[in-house]
């Protein structure tokens, strides 16, 4: 009974996270204009096929996000420290 209770409870989790990925991909996907027909068609099926396999696609992305951090981190703090104003003389 709880075995079946976890492998259900698990079946939901991974269900409500593929939808919550798709929809945001989805975004992502119909905001990119510069698409023609074919790299339309095969971004369907790139988005069909890490929406299936999110539990292994998002931790390598997650790793690819830390890599370019960490290589262009000056850069990323110089950004983040940018003043408000948009002038550089205080």
Not at 31 to 45: G, L
Not at 63 to 71: I, N, R, S, V
Request: net charge negative; proline share 3%.
């Amino acid at each position: 009974m709880t075995q079946m209770l976890i492998t259900y409870l698990a079946i939901i989790v991974y269900l409500i996270m593929a939808s919550c990925l798709f929809n945001q991909w989805v975004v992502f996907f119909i905001a990119d204009e510069d698409m023609d027909s074919d790299q339309r068609f095969y971004s369907t099926i790139v988005l069909v096929v890490a929406t299936i396999l999110w539990p292994i696609i998002v931790p390598l992305a997650y790793l690819e996000l830390l890599k370019f951090h960490k290589k262009h981190k000056n850069l990323i703090d110089l950004l983040i420290n940018v003043p408000k104003g948009g002038s550089y003389d205080e």
